[in-house]
């Protein structure tokens, strides 16, 4: 039995991220994960709290209709305990007002004992976002 790092993980679902591959992405999840966009969900689209799967993958929807992504690159990878946080920097734009940004994030990943992401958060150039979209 092979025992795959939380890092090489987190490395993977970006790698299916950058593929657009959301079922891989949601395979690595537990079923009861929780994935919390912070913001104003107001302003922000995506923004908010979203509890399993089935919510997750309308994170990604809204997510894909409301960005556009002209760079994505995650780097300054760095495990803790149960956790990997990394930052993302990113330049994109968003959909409904045209407005577009660089910003950098930090990203916290929370694993369970069978090796799925059971929470997921951002932190970090959030007000960029915002601005981007009012």
């Given at each position: 039995?092979?025992t795959?790092?939380?890092?090489?993980?987190v490395?993977?679902?970006?790698?299916a991220?950058?593929k657009?591959d959301?079922?891989?992405i949601?395979?690595?999840?537990s079923?009861?994960?929780v994935?919390?966009?912070?913001?104003?969900p107001a302003?922000?689209?995506?923004?908010?709290t979203y509890?399993g799967k089935?919510?997750?993958?309308q994170f990604?929807?809204?997510?894909?209709q409301?960005?556009?992504?002209?760079s994505?690159?995650?780097h300054n990878?760095?495990e803790?305990?149960?956790?990997?946080?990394n930052d993302?920097?990113?330049?994109?734009t968003?959909v409904?007002?045209?407005k577009s940004?660089?910003?950098?994030?930090?990203f916290?990943?929370t694993?369970?004992?069978?090796?799925?992401?059971?929470?997921?958060?951002?932190?970090g150039g959030?007000d960029v976002i915002?601005?981007?979209?009012s």
């Open positions: 039995m092979t795959v790092s939380n890092l090489t993980t490395q993977s679902i970006y790698e991220f950058g657009g959301i079922p891989t949601l395979a690595n999840l079923d009861n994960a994935w919390n966009h912070y913001g104003n302003v922000v689209p995506f923004a908010g509890n089935d919510e997750i993958l990604f929807q809204k997510l894909g409301n960005m556009q992504f002209a994505f690159h995650p990878f760095r803790e305990g149960n956790q990997v946080i993302v920097t990113m330049d994109a968003a409904p007002t045209g940004a660089t910003t950098t994030v930090k916290t990943w694993f369970g004992d069978n090796g799925k992401v059971t929470h997921w958060k951002n932190e959030l915002e601005e981007m979209f």
